[in-house]
């Protein structure tokens, strides 16, 4: 019995209480007379019911099992106020997502956002990261390679001041998505391109850098098709040689996945051609990344698992990996859950 | 009777007496003792030749008739000192670039660099671009869509801070390819992420903007395959749409075209599949930006000829198209100059 897997979807259909309480939030910032009075935002749960039913129905129609849900990526915005800010809305939208996957817990599995702040060293979000993992049972967790959203003014990847982070998903055995948010950057559109740049740019720092020799069993997933590098993989091939590290695959490709959100059948025909299966995820980021219906295909943009079933150069055993196995084998609390449920493991395929 | 163009290339063999000017010159901003004597670099003619040598060897054994050859891009650096140490290197570098083209009429057309510096209006370089193209020969030029050098805290490509310059480009009836220079953000490998990322974001920023309603002649060229882009034309189509613009082609399409300089075969691919033909430029980049040879083709990474003449999807016309008529159109002082010499013009394929 199989399962497929949609790695990457943000709740962006959230009930308005929690954009009211933001504004409230953010305008307490300047005005601690704004400051809103409780953070119990007080969502019944019928209104978290429905607020999913858009996300659940699309669920059924694109014949997809099961979500990996996280907050609203753009939401985030880990730039804006101060760490205390962060915190406070971190645990409110990660507490929604619990409720959301809470109520179907077949249908959905939590993936957090961490309370990052330009500025607080990462090793203070490990307490949110043992909570939302322990206590409210999410599989993964999504990391902001630059919390300062678009000024990109904080230390790489594979600056030291992340291990402490890094050591907390080795224990803990979650995987962390590297998805920026928000851009206050007039230069950089967030879908269009500080997404797909912070991509390109966090492999390119696992190129230059050797964190999985200090890390070897840190899974990182590299949402939105890797960025250009699968466009580009003869270059970062070139690159990692000249740069005198082991081959692209021996260096970084054992401990990092891309996912298939790639809106068009030559994308995912080039990421299935020149990445190993093992190394990508099925995820659509629906809804609302790139909203609307391809007027050449007459069908949504982010419907990718209708370009996947395309690729004829596909195995079955690479398909199944792309749609369940790669996913189960990235997000091991996932599997054990699955398992329990009588799906089997992994490594029965 | 053909010609192959080569439309990106930089000078990386420069002699060593311009890399001692910059010492001193950027030497010269901390102690005014150390400032270099003079701007006269006493090169003599063979050592210029003896420089490009490797260069020439190259275009033989590649079959290419003539390289589009503007200063190192690394080099620039527009983010290093005063607005007068970027006037005053740009033009030591445009005037090498002009040795080597006015030592090698048949090879090389020249492309300059421009001398701009974060906060300094883009319209204090309006005279090096007429200087270059009007006294120089130069057929395009080089600009730079971050003059800070990864920081990018300056405005986008559509705001009317450029606009004097693109006025004069329309004038002139150069191109301009949009390049950034080398990374003083630790986050951002030059040549594998800053160069990439801000092929990206230029492209986003143009779906953003109206900038080819007031430059309708205004011609773009975004290196290194266009970025992300191709890989992501259904991010970049949809994005375009829920943006309420026209379709991608008819926003952004006539006025900007991606080169080759795409490292392997799958990227040469998805390119010529996904992009018009009349939208591609033959190029290499060559020597060094991915430097060395593929293992798994026993091929130089930046032998780009090669993908292009093992893509079997492409016409005749294409291919012509994408080797010499495109760079002749995108170029009209090279194709005046071609025709001189006995190449029928672009007109006439």
Known sequence: ????????????????????????????????????????????????????????ALQKERSIDLTIFSPRAAGMAHHVGTEATSHEWTTLCNNLIHRVCSLWPENFA?????????????????????????????????????????????????DRQWYPLYEKLCELDVPATIHVSSSCNRNFHHTGAHYINAD??????????DLFSDFPTLKLIIPHGGGAV??????????????????????????????TCVYHLPGIELLTKV????????ATE??????????????????????????????????????????RRVFPRLNRRLAKRGYAGAEMH
């Open 286 to 327: 629906m809804l609302g990344a790139v909203p609307g219906i391809d007027p050449e295909t007459g069908h949504h943009f982010d419907d990718t698992k209708r370009y996947i079933d395309q690729v004829s150069d596909l195995t079955a055993a690479a398909r199944q990996a792309i749609f369940e196995k790669n996913a």
């Open 1 to 56: 019995m199989h399962v497929i897997i949609d790695t990457h979807c943000h709740y962006t259909t959230e009930p308005q209480a929690l954009h009211q309480f933001r504004d409230k939030q953010l305008a307490g910032l300047a005005d601690a007379a704004r400051k809103p009075a409780s953070t119990d935002l007080g969502i019944p749960d019928d209104v978290v019911r429905k607020s999913v039913e858009p996300q659940l």
């Open 275 to 282: 990445v190993p299966a093992e190394n990508i995820l099925f």
């Open 230 to 259: 699968p466009f580009h993989w003869g270059r970062y091939r070139g690159l990692c040689l000249s740069l005198k590290k082991k081959s692209l695959l021996d260096h970084v490709m054992n401990n990092v996945v891309f996912d």
């Open 110 to 158: 939590g993936v957090g956002q961490l309370p990052q702040a330009p500025g607080a060293p990462p090793a203070n979000c490990v307490p949110e990261l043992e909570r939302i993992v322990n206590e409210l049972g999410f599989v993964g967790v999504n990391l902001n390679p630059d919390p300062t959203g678009g000024r990109w003014s904080e230390p790489p990847l594979t």
């Open 200 to 209: 390109t740019t966090a492999f390119m720092q696992l190129i230059q850098g």
